[in-house]
């Protein structure tokens, strides 16, 4: 099932997408029972598919990316996370740090994973159980904040409000039974700039599950980006960042195409 989350003039509300192209208004909880019913709705503004409630990030988890940062394989998941409300709606901008200005903001298309139950401690022959789903992502960096403004910790640089584009819908997880057999790429300025599979990872999608979930509650609404493959901005020669007015496209095979237009931060 393809759901989406879309604005209306009651708030937001979710539908199913029909292979007729029409869309079916979804009732009930989305992480306990929900029921498509039988009323077509026109869909309205499209929102991120869900509201995070945690954005966890596995970074350096391609093989072909961990060489081009020059970066040894991890023997464990990289982890860090992304304050849930730098997450943008799909054809929302992605905005340039102006506040804390940045000068090298890169693209990272990323599959994203969105966890259904509350679970700790899960099996890796167990974890796509707990999955509801997945969609695009864009883990938006700011290199200079990440390398050298934040101590350290990539947080700084890779949680600027709009860094977090997801979407466009939320695919169920029955529809895509191993999410590690997927077409995934960056389009930029109508360039493809990231071409490759999700087979390439280091650490699978139950590989990630298992690790975030040992001894650590994960809750329905939980976000996990699986991390990017190689072709990033900072690794070209020269470099490439986004800047205000490029438009950036994520494509996932099975998904879709999350697109947002770039600008500067308003202040």
Known sequence: MKII????PAGPAYASLQPDGSAREITGDLYGDFHVTDRV???????????PVYLPCIGLNYKRHAAESNSPTPPHPV????????AQNPGDPIEIPVKLPSTSVDYECELAVVMGR???NVS???ALNYVLGYTCANDVSARDWQRNGGGGQWCRGKTFDTFAPLG???VTRDEIPNPNALRIRTILNGDTLQDWNTDDMIFDVPAIIEFLSASTTLLPGTVILTGTPHGVGFARTPPIWLKAGDTVSIEIEKIG?????VINEPV
């Open 5 to 8: 989350r879309h604005l209306t």
């Open 41 to 51: 709705v026109t869909p309205g503004k499209l929102l991120t598919p869900v509201v």
């Open 79 to 86: 982890l860090f996370v992304k304050n849930p409300a730098c």
């Open 118 to 120: 509350r679970c700790k």
């Open 124 to 126: 890796r022959a167990d």
């Open 168 to 170: 466009p819908v939320l």
């Open 257 to 261: 195409t999350l697109t947002n237009p």
